[in-house]
């Protein structure tokens, strides 16, 4: 089973011809509304490909919180874990898109941060040996702790996508990362936490996975160091990349793949994801990943 402990957003996004100065007002087209978040969009990923999937989450208690209930009741989640937060807001993502393709994302985190230690309570009766649980940092840094110790005591492993990192020096990350079995991030945060994948492992996980977007993924595990070359796509959107790799990922060491196998995988649903618009929607199928993988 998979188990994804993360943020439920509304992505609002538009286009711009440029991006706004301060003060300025610029005209831009029709608002596109998408079910996304971190959490959320990993979640979807792993049920796509077909693994048992669980998100634990926080809705706010307003219509943006419906329809995005709506959207992953449609994609067949389970929806017990979800939360809805009485007196606070769903989590709002603002994204401006200019001509070229430079954007500016305002995140209203809403309920996601609210979702607090009492949301996991019922975690324990669902986790046991060779779950996944998934963690990323959109949600308060205390919750993502609690819920790694309590994957741990049940014998269930944790990946954390150390995205968006907090700023530099939290305490509190690096007692996250002591609990952490599965460490992904991208090449910006590798730098910002200062380290090479093998470097990354002495902060507490034992597998350190660093993505590379189009040139593919660095792993290290006891085993060793390997590259992983990326899988030739006719890219689009790359939003939704990571979370794609990420869900994959999950899901198949929740199958039992070793490490080596699941970042094949993840690579190959990262790739996918680029290859369509948008986050959510544009994460493939198991069919889809089979065919990219045997191609
Ligand atoms: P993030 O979206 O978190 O920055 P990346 O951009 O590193 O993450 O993408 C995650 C993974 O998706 C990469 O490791 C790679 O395997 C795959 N991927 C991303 N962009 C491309 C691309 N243009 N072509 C092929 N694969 C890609």
């Known amino acids: 089973k998979v188990v994804v402990v993360g943020s439920a957003n509304l992505d609002l996004g538009v286009g711009v011809p440029h991006l706004p100065r301060p003060g300025e007002t610029v005209l831009g087209s029709d608002v596109v509304a998408s079910p996304g978040g971190k959490g959320a969009n990993q979640a979807v990923a792993a049920h796509r490909l077909g693994a048992d999937t669980l998100l634990v989450a926080a809705l706010g208690a ?14 067949g989640l389970p929806l017990e874990q979800v939360v809805t937060r009485d007196g606070a807001a769903t989590g709002i ?37 060779g779950d996944v649980v998934v963690l990323q940092l959109e949600i308060p840094l205390e919750t993502c702790v609690a819920a790694a110790r309590h994957a741990r005591r049940a014998g269930a492993r944790v990946l954390l996508n150390a995205a ?43 597998a350190c996975v660093i993505t ?35 869900g994959a990922l999950a899901a198949a060491l929740a199958a ?6 699941a970042v094949r995988r993840g690579c190959a649903a990262g790739a996918l994801a680029t290859t369509r618009m948008g ?5 493939p199928t198991a069919t889809e990943l089979d065919l990219l993988l045997a191609a």
């Open 164 to 206: 968006p990192l907090p700023p530099a020096g939290s305490g509190a990350l690096s007692e996250l990362l002591r609990e952490v079995d599965v460490l992904v991030v991208n090449e910006g945060e590798a730098q910002q936490l200062g380290g090479d994948a093998t470097a990354l492992r002495h902060r507490g996980p034992a």
């Open 62 to 75: 307003d219509r943006f919180g419906v329809d995005l209930r709506t959207a992953l009741e449609r994609e």
């Open 256 to 261: 039992g793949s070793d490490l080596d196998q």
């Open 212 to 246: 590379l977007g189009a040139r593919g993924a660095i792993s290290a595990d006891p085993t060793g160091t390997r590259t992983h070359p990326p899988f030739r796509v006719d890219a689009v959107d790359t939003t939704g990349a990571g979370d794609s790799f990420c």
């Open 279 to 283: 986050a959510q929607s544009a994460m």
């Open 93 to 129: 993502a603002l994204i401006v898109v200019d001509a070229t393709g430079e954007n500016t994302i305002v995140v209203a985190p809403g309920a996601n941060a609210h979702l607090d230690g009492a949301a996991l309570t019922g975690l324990p009766a669902l986790l046991g040996p």
